[in-house]
């Protein structure tokens, strides 16, 4: 069994910071990619981080400069680090793995495993 488990949400103003957690069990993580999801009320669900399994990092055009997604040293903790939070980074985060080599931050279909998401709310 695969259980996905995301942790750090919070509220926070305008310019804060927040860093959320995804712990993975159940597969290696050494075939498997990580990707951080997002949806805002009222929005689809949009992409917002990848990390692969050689470290290489993808991130959504809104959110470069600003979040930066890392692994834990033992490779079965991935974070994201979100700096000068906007109002816009409301939603809810999840974190996904996918047991193939391939990430992408658009195609849903790739991410088999997802956690139930923690909240993020950044007031103005």
């Known amino acids: 069994q695969v259980e996905v488990v995301e942790s750090g949400g919070g509220s926070v103003e305008a310019g804060g910071s927040l860093r959320l957690s995804c712990s993975v069990s159940g597969y290696s993580y050494s075939t498997a990619c990580r990707a951080w999801f997002r949806q805002a009320s009222g929005q689809e669900r949009e992409g917002v981080a990848i990390?692969?399994?050689?470290?290489?990092?993808n991130y959504a055009d809104s959110v470069k400069g600003r979040f930066t997604i890392d692994r834990d040293d033992a490779k079965d903790i991935v974070h994201l680090q979100l700096n000068s939070l906007k109002p816009e980074d409301t939603a809810l985060y999840y974190c996904?793995?996918?047991?193939?080599?391939?990430?992408?931050?658009?195609?849903?279909?790739?991410?088999?495993?997802w956690g139930q998401g923690t909240q993020v709310n950044v007031s103005s």
């Open positions: 996904a793995a996918s047991p193939y080599k391939f990430c992408s931050l658009s195609d849903f279909s790739l991410y088999k495993f």
């Open positions: 990390i692969d399994t050689d470290g290489r990092t």
